[in-house]
């Protein structure tokens, strides 16, 4: 049995692999397509300075696990005194028992139409009608959300 015609057919067999593979690869790159889609979502705020109240609320898009939350909150670009840590109950600087997803006993996943608020302390900074307040939500170390809101 003669083995000659073997040879062309293993090189066709890699030269078809090696194009699929620079075409997918030139795809990828052309097409800024990523392998790790970043988690969507929407969220509106409100920030009562009476109560010193601030409310995020889910307005669509990725469910997003409490748990893996991060907040950071600034009023008139000065970063308050004690950041939130959320999912939590009671925390320094924050009025204990915060609702929806930053609190700590809540279950489930934070999906579109709930809201989570924290009330701010008189230990920590607080806020005036007309404050412009910055709200940054994390998942992990990836930007959700910048929020920037007037207190009412």
């Known amino acids: 049995m003669s083995d000659r015609a073997v040879s062309p057919v293993v090189a066709t067999v890699l ?14 790159t052309v097409f800024d397509v990523s392998l790790d889609e970043p988690t969507r979502a929407t969220f509106t705020a409100n920030a009562d300075s009476t109560t ?14 409490p748990s893996s939350l991060r907040l950071r909150i600034a009023v008139d670009g000065e970063p308050i005194a004690h950041q ?4 939590f109950f009671a925390a320094k600087g924050f009025m204990s028992g915060p609702t929806g997803p930053f609190n700590s006993a809540y279950t489930g996943q934070w999906v579109g139409g709930q809201s989570a608020s ?9 806020f005036q009608a007309g404050a412009v307040l910055s709200i940054q ?8 959300a910048t929020l920037e809101i007037r207190a009412h």
């Open 52 to 65: 010193q109240t601030i409310t995020l609320t889910h307005r669509g898009g990725a469910a997003l696990d």
């Open 84 to 87: 939130p840590p959320v999912p």
């Open 15 to 28: 030269l078809i692999v090696i194009t699929l593979v620079a075409a997918g690869t030139v795809g990828l």
């Open 118 to 126: 924290v009330r701010l302390a008189s230990t920590n900074t607080q």
């Open 137 to 144: 939500l994390y998942t992990g170390d990836q930007a959700l």
